[in-house]
């Protein structure tokens, strides 16, 4: 083999060498990537209003999937064989903001407060939150502006509430007397939750028993923990170049 040769075959070492090295990067950043999607966190973008003002249209989130411990829902794909939860930690905790499958249709998943726990007695009445028969704090705040469906700029009454576990947060009340603002009492079950929008005018939540009902301990997919994105409602996650634009910067890694 003269020196042609062998510099023709050193450069064809070093490329076939060059793109195993990639492809080997490749695959460990994917193996990476599942194992932090299965295990760790699970990203999730808000797609409706219904938890407003806390989380927007256009905010994706980071849940921890590690925070309740892990059901058949907590993967990819449907483990029917587990049955419960696996490496429970120490529970949902009211005020939490979790992600959940929804009872009825277990591939959707829904994204709502934690209000009510295993025994607990909810009841709204004239919009005032009671939890066991005692009202919740409730506080007026400065109007929430927003967007009517025309793009025409609104106010909306705006509540602080704070849960008798001392978690606060702001609630909206679009109209004085709205669908679910007097119910009956709903005594949550052994295993179960009861979970609430923040908009709680615009809300399908537990209190739609028929709709969503209590939600089931198994139903649990994580807490949500931060915001890691966020761009305006009439744009898209994948227009970069709309970013400078439509990104929130100020709701950019909010934790929750």
């Known amino acids: 083999m003269n020196v042609a040769e062998r510099s023709a075959e050193s450069e064809k070492a070093k490329s076939s060498g060059g793109l195993g090295e990639t492809l080997k990067v490749v695959i460990q950043a994917l193996l ?30 980071f849940v921890s999937k590690f925070s309740y411990g892990y059901s058949r ?15 429970e930690g120490d529970g949902p905790k009211r005020g939490d903001v979790a992600v959940f499958r929804l009872p009825r249709d277990p591939k959707t998943d829904y994204i709502k407060r934690v209000i009510g726990l295993p025994g607990d007695k909810i009841q709204m009445k004239n919009g005032l939150l009671y939890i066991n028969g005692t009202p919740v704090e409730r506080e007026r705040v400065e109007d929430y502006t927003g967007e009517n469906a025309f793009g025409q700029e609104i106010k909306v009454a705006q509540y602080r509430e704070t849960l008798p576990d001392g978690v606060s947060y702001m609630t909206l009340d679009l109209t004085p007397n709205g669908e679910k603002d007097n119910t009956g009492v709903y005594e949550v ?7 609430m929008g923040d908009n709680r005018d615009n809300s399908s939540d537990s209190r739609f028993l028929n709709f969503v009902g209590f939600v ?16 305006e409602e009439d744009s898209h996650v994948w227009e970069f170049w709309r970013w400078p634009w439509s990104l929130r910067y100020n709701r950019l890694l909010e934790a929750l």
Do not use: C, K, Q
Not at 73 to 87: A, K, Q, V
Not at 189 to 195: C, D, L
């Open 32 to 61: 990476i990537a599942l194992v932090f999607r299965t295990f760790l966190y699970h990203p999730f973008n808000i797609p409706s209003g219904s938890m407003m003002p806390t989380l927007l249209v256009g905010d994706y989130l």
């Open 73 to 87: 829902y907590s993967f990819p794909i449907d483990l029917s064989f587990i049955h419960g939860r696996i490496w």
């Open 189 to 195: 079950p052994a295993g179960h939750y009861f979970m």
């Open 216 to 231: 089931p301990e198994e139903n649990l997919v994580g807490r949500a923990e931060v915001i890691f994105f966020s761009v």
